[in-house]
């Protein structure tokens, strides 16, 4: 049995946890910051570092805590090191660091994109690989070839907006608040998908690259620009509102069903893995699972907990990266891009 604990801070959630072999959670305690970044709409780093200094020490010793285990039973620490908000992560990082150095326990440095491709995995009794794993989240839109935990192919990105940042950028645009996916996503089950017909955009027809900026420019355009379709935000009913959001949230889906099912064609793997924050989407999770379901693909979708940022994520791809040798020296570094 091998004990690990995860940290996170890569961005707007502090969180730690405490997993068994790579997939037994036993605690994993997640402190968001929404409240601290909501009124200005978006994360303000210099927030997000102050609020994981304050937070971080308790969200160990509670995850700790709730696992019932003492610093004694824990055989490594996996921490996210990339990418994300570099002073966010070194807060993290700094803290692996130093119990790593006190506890005399090895350290693992954890991307954190990799981390979500592997989140689906936690729990279940067979491992889904090798998959195509479509991870959405705020800041990276990616198709993975998953060939083992530790043996990730990237096989195509956004080469703009990601879809979460689409979602929390149109979100703002239709006044509805932040972060923005989880509130499109609730107004959207009152409007109709097919309403307006926002432009799908699959760059060459066989990429497997992402571009979300296109639509979310037609929403802006919609409500207030060239041609004012609407009139202007304040000139729309809440059932116009629905429509808008409803249409933008079918295409961005679309899109994302289209290019998986391309990548599986490429691969000719059998199964499909979602993960990263916008894999909370219902509607988006059904629709992958209906395109699998219709061509005979085994289909896991990470259970919710694991879809927006955790540390039970990282302490359970942490696990494998142990288990295949790869430990930091404690000159790891924390860095914005991802690998
Ligand atoms: O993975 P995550 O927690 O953080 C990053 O690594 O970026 O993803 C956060 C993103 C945000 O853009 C948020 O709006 C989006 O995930 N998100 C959703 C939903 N829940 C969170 N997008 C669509 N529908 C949701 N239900
Ligand atoms: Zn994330």
Known sequence: MTVVLGIETSCD?????????????????VASQVDLHAKYGG?????????????????????????????????AI?????????????????????????????????DHIRAHAYSPAIGLDEPPWPAVGLIVSGGHTSLFFIHAPTSI???????????????????????????????????????????????RTMLSPDSLDFSFSGVKTAVLYHVHGQGRVSGGLEKLSSWQIADIAA????VVIDVL????????ARTGVRSVVLGGGVAANKALRSALEAACVERRLKFHAAKMAYCTD???MIAALGYHQLQAGDVAGLDVDAYASAT
């Open 13 to 29: 959630e502090t969180s730690a946890a405490v997993v068994v072999d790579g997939t037994d959670v036993r605690s994993n305690v």
């Open 43 to 75: 994360v303000v780093p210099e927030i997000a570092s102050r609020a994981h200094i304050e937070r971080l020490d308790a969200v160990i010793e509670e995850a700790m805590a709730v696992a019932k285990v003492t610093k004694d039973d824990i055989d």
């Open 78 to 110: 996996a921490v996210t090191n990339r990418p994300g908000l570099v002073g966010a992560l070194l807060i993290g990082v700094t803290a692996a660091k130093t119990l790593s150095w006190a506890w005399g326990k090895p350290l693992i440095a954890v």
């Open 153 to 199: 192919e990237r096989l195509g990105a956004t080469t703009d907006d990601a879809a979460g940042e689409a979602f929390d950028k149109v979100a703002t645009i239709l006044g509805l608040g932040y972060p923005g996916g989880p509130l499109i996503e609730k107004v959207a089950r009152d409007g109709n998908p097919r309403a307006i017909d926002f432009p």
């Open 247 to 250: 249409s933008f949230q079918q």
């Open 257 to 264: 069903v289209r290019k998986t099912m391309l990548a599986v």
């Open 310 to 312: 955790n540390a039970a």
